[in-house]
C-alpha cells in the first residue's frame, strides 16, 4: 500500500491506551478527529533513542503552540501493546500535561491502514512504523512529512507547526 499523502483521507482505526485507573481504552481514530484539526506522529517504538529523545520531546515543548494554533489532539502512535506505551509515556508525565496523547498500535494495523508499516524481522524487531508526523484538518491529511531511512528531519515539531501556521 502506499504510504497516505497530503490531501488523503484519514484512515479510521482502533488504537488502545491505559488511562489512570489501569483500564484499557479504545481511540476511534475518525470519531477522534472529525471536524477537529490534529497532529499525528509516528515512531518506530517505544523507548527507541532518536523517538524518546528528540521526536516525543520536541512534541512535548512545541505542542502548546499547535494547541494555540487551534490543534485539538496530538498523538503519538508506537507499533508497541498499550502496557509498553503507558510506561513510556510515564517517563514524560512531568512535561506531559495532557499535550501528547501516546496511543498503542500493537499489531501495526492502523500503521498499515496508513502505509507507514516498516518490516524489520530481519534484524529481529518484527513490523514497526516509519517515522512521520501528519497534520489533519477534519479527516483530510493537509500536510503528511514521512522520513526516510533512519532520518529525523521532516516529522519534527517543527515542521508540524510550519504546517499549522501555513493552514491558519
Given at each position: 500500500?502506499?504510504?497516505?499523502?497530503?490531501?488523503?483521507?484519514l484512515?479510521?482505526?482502533?488504537?488502545l491506551?491505559?488511562?489512570?485507573?489501569?483500564?484499557?481504552?479504545?481511540?476511534?481514530?475518525?470519531?477522534?478527529?472529525?471536524?477537529?484539526?490534529?497532529?499525528?506522529?509516528?515512531?518506530?517504538?517505544?523507548?527507541?533513542?532518536?523517538?524518546?529523545?528528540?521526536?516525543?520531546?520536541?512534541?512535548?515543548?512545541?505542542?502548546?503552540?499547535?494547541?494555540?494554533?487551534?490543534?485539538?489532539?496530538?498523538?503519538?502512535?508506537?507499533?508497541?501493546?498499550?502496557?509498553?506505551?503507558?510506561?513510556?509515556?510515564?517517563?514524560?508525565?512531568?512535561?506531559?500535561?495532557?499535550?501528547?496523547?501516546?496511543?498503542?498500535?500493537?499489531?501495526a494495523?492502523?500503521?498499515?491502514?496508513?502505509?507507514?508499516?516498516?518490516?524489520?524481522?530481519?534484524?529481529?524487531?518484527?513490523?514497526?512504523?516509519?517515522?512521520?508526523?501528519?497534520?489533519?484538518?477534519?479527516?483530510?491529511?493537509?500536510?503528511?512529512n514521512?522520513?526516510?531511512?533512519?532520518?529525523?528531519?521532516v516529522?519534527?515539531?517543527?515542521?508540524?507547526?510550519?504546517?499549522?501556521?501555513?493552514?491558519?
Amino acid at each position: 500500500m502506499a504510504p497516505i499523502s497530503d490531501l488523503d483521507e484519514l484512515p479510521d482505526g482502533q488504537l488502545l491506551y491505559i488511562d489512570c485507573e489501569g483500564t484499557l481504552q479504545k481511540v476511534g481514530i475518525h470519531a477522534a478527529c472529525v471536524g477537529k484539526k490534529v497532529v499525528i506522529f509516528g515512531v518506530p517504538g517505544a523507548f527507541t533513542p532518536t523517538c524518546s529523545l528528540k521526536h516525543v520531546p520536541g512534541f512535548l515543548e512545541r505542542g502548546p503552540e499547535l494547541k494555540q494554533l487551534g490543534v485539538a489532539h496530538i498523538f503519538c502512535i508506537a507499533v508497541n501493546d498499550p502496557f509498553v506505551v503507558k510506561e513510556w509515556a510515564k517517563t514524560y508525565s512531568e512535561q506531559n500535561s495532557g499535550t501528547v496523547q501516546f496511543l498503542a498500535d500493537g499489531s501495526a494495523i492502523y500503521t498499515k491502514a496508513l502505509g507507514m508499516e516498516f518490516d524489520l524481522t530481519d534484524k529481529g524487531l518484527g513490523m514497526r512504523s516509519r517515522r512521520y508526523a501528519l497534520y489533519v484538518d477534519n479527516l483530510v491529511v493537509k500536510k503528511a512529512n514521512i522520513e526516510e531511512g533512519g532520518k529525523f528531519e521532516v516529522s519534527t515539531a517543527d515542521e508540524m507547526l510550519k504546517a499549522a501556521m501555513s493552514c491558519f
